[in-house]
């Protein structure tokens, strides 16, 4: 019921690109380090996928972008790993998945790769034959270049969907991205991945577990097109932990589904998204599956903090908030909910407007819950009631100056209780202001 | 496959506030009056919903709108029909429904009404006991002024949701309402009810039926909160045909499922929305059911005006989206897939942009269509196919210029065909634009 006063670094800035999710990360609220995992960014910098042992990665402008910046990159396990790596992937359920999607998914080894090669400038989507055959060379050439067989090497692409990477050029990209690669590459390797990003989002963390230290790596590019289900990106986590492919791949679909599934920007699921999970086992420190919380719960920080600077990216967010809902009749009804709230571009414009206009997140609501009885509803907005018993709460000047306060942080808090049932959901979601238009009206023209 | 040259009446003007279906709707590719039926609109103004004989109408400014415009309106059958009248309505479904709603719904003879009071500049959603005493207030005031049983009165509000009508204010109101009332108040009626709407938006017609000529005017709020099933508005039909209670109630919810229900401006449906009909019977030209179709066809002619009229209006629109799905599995299908795309920002605000990126079009309706192999689907823009068995048409230089033109139109036609099956759907949308973002930032504050 008390809004704290409100410190400098939780201000709106609408025209600064970085959200406190990136400049100080262990202020956000909305972001915890687990015991045990310590957050690793030497002068702000963070050395993201080639944080972990046994990792290198390189890129090159291969001329895909108009601007001449590096489009093309490599991640790969070094060749001493070759044998121990194990590795996971999850890719979009979009129908009209890219061409890269399909081939990593249906012609790969998805527990032994051990490279992924990338593209930005084009998405390589809705491209047919040609496509395939695309993103087939891309395949082939990074596999030649670093000696390995083909179907170890995953395939990403992200740019404007329809149009082809020209193969000659993403080739002889492939090849300079693969010289260019040193273990301390991920930097560069996040850079060339880079779109409609206003600012680079990496993360390395060193876990403490039971058998050792291990360090956990990971960067991820993406701004629009992001809905649970998965959020519209293309993202690249590393380990040098030892595990078990079966390890590997439950780690990451349970961690994506806490995280990068339960954030929004606008709703939508791209033909391109992706997941690689490569864990290298340089460090030799073991992880069992019985042993692996610590494991899990430091990817779990990371993907996290991944998903939160794409909603604070969010192609103009100013801010990023936070939704529970709890008290609703099942699990399943609390997330219908959570993102026909998180949706709605009526909510999104308001707390751009620094609006507290909780009508529009009752009426939202409502529309996913017909013919429910909730007169038991309460709402809250950084911890100030303004809903109670599905009523507007007559609100004390001072609240009303809390109430002002808060919406003009650059994170929001809002608890919505239906008070039908202990059915419980959560939802990051960014607004929806001016920079969203102009960024979406003008992308391919 | 061609695209014809380009009307002037056809360019888009945004930052003119009246599109083509209200400045020419004859000329609209979106709008046809039906064979036997007369847009009634002399010097360009229609006369509404008093247009049909046996109707009153009046407003009065009761000071609930802060400009200190109408905002309490009364729209009443003359008391020589009060026996013959017969009545429908259709309410929203949202779980957060206003006080009005709940006293029209539950606390009126639905088939008997014979008048509707109405006020702008308060929602009365979200206020509980004391907003189902204030509807009910109105409710007894217009019953009181008009010497007419209660239950006989519908209400409907609209404006910030959570917000309560001054009792005092709006009963004075609608005792003024009702002294204003004549049989040519059908527009001040309007002008009362409108909140963030550009331009009026009314309708009125002459239907020729086998019977004899009737009559029917209409007129709709809405311009944000839109969203299919049902639009996010208050919306009043009258004629003056003599009905059976049964044919007015089916023809309403046949008509208002094929138009209302088929647009979106932002896929929001609101606390308040409502659509009264009233059937005077004042022609004395009695309508059977087996002889109903000239009047059900004139009644969804005048519906789908209003509907496109909101469209167009759409809190900033600078054009309207016609999207034909077809090729689905099943119609329900196509109506996920419609909507999808209906209500993605990337969508709207690639259309704002006259920008045809048809990528996002697919990637909004793949994201429904999660593990379907849809490669014999294509897509036309205006006639002009850019997408073929699932991938991007190279595009002749003549072809893309024609495409430019057909995007800078004001009324865009979308075809996306799946090639799955025969579902078909289709759905009307609005672009998303700076203005959108401005008026809902700010609606409240």
């Not at 809705?126 to 050439?141: E, N």
């Not at 490569?278 to 042993?291: E, F, N």
């Not at 939704?323 to 414009?349: F, I, Y």
């Not at 100056?401 to 809002?414: G, K, Y």
């Amino acid at each position: 019921m008390t809004a704290a006063p409100l410190p400098e670094s939780q201000r709106r800035a609408p025209s600064g690109p970085e959200h406190l999710l990136v400049r100080d990360p262990l202020h956000s609220l909305f972001w915890r380090l687990p015991e045990g995992v310590t957050l690793v960014e030497p002068d702000g910098v963070s050395p993201g996928v080639t944080f972990p042992a046994g990792l290198l990665a390189g890129a090159a402008a291969a001329g895909l972008k108009p601007s001449g910046k590096p489009d093309v990159a490599v991640l790969s396990v070094g060749s001493d790993w070759w044998d121990t790596v194990t590795s996971a992937a999850v890719f979009t359920s979009n129908a009209f998945a890219a061409a890269p999607v399909i081939v990593s998914q249906r012609e790969t080894s998805p527990s032994k790769l051990s490279a992924v090669v990338a593209n930005s400038g084009s998405a390589n989507a809705c491209t047919g034959q040609a496509g395939l055959a695309v993103a087939r060379a891309m395949q082939a050439a990074c596999a030649r270049g670093l000696r390995l067989e083909e179907k170890r090497v995953g395939v990403a692409s992200t740019g404007v969907i329809g149009t082809l990477p020209a193969a000659d050029r993403v080739q002889a990209g492939i090849e300079a991205a693969v010289r260019d690669m040193t273990a301390d590459g991920g930097g560069r390797f996040l850079e060339a991945i880079m779109t409609t990003d206003r600012f680079p989002k990496a993360c390395a963390l060193e876990v403490v577990t039971h058998n050792g230290v291990v360090r956990v790596g990971g960067c991820v590019k993406g701004a629009g097109m992001i809905a649970p289900g998965m959020a519209t990106m293309l993202c690249f986590v590393t380990t040098d932990a030892v595990l078990t492919p079966a390890l590997a791949r439950s780690m990451l679909r349970r961690e994506v589904g806490r995280t990068f599934n339960k954030v929004s920007v606008d709703g939508q699921m791209s033909t391109n998204d992706c997941v690689f999970f490569l864990a290298t086992g340089a460090s030799r420190v073991y992880i069992s599956p019985a042993g692996a919380a610590q494991l899990g719960a430091a990817v779990r920080a990371l993907l996290q903090r991944l998903a939160l600077m794409i909603v604070a990216d969010g192609e103009g967010a100013t801010k990023v908030m936070h939704l529970r809902v709890r008290g609703a009749a099942r699990d399943e009804e609390a997330m219908c909910v959570a993102r026909a709230v998180a949706n709605s571009s009526l909510v999104k414009t308001a707390m751009y407007g620094c609006d507290p206009n909780w009508g529009r997140i009752l009426s939202a609501a409502g529309a996913e819950l017909a013919g429910q009885s909730l007169g038991r509803t309460y709402l809250e907005i950084g911890g100030l009631r303004v809903v109670e018993n599905a009523r507007a709460l007559p609100l004390a000047a001072e609240t009303q100056r809390m109430l002002r306060e808060v919406m003009a942080r650059s994170e929001v808090d809002l608890l919505l209780h239906l008070g039908s049932g202990r059915g419980r959901e959560e939802m990051y979601f960014s607004d929806l202001g001016h920079e969203y238009v102009t960024v979406n009206a003008e992308y391919t023209t």
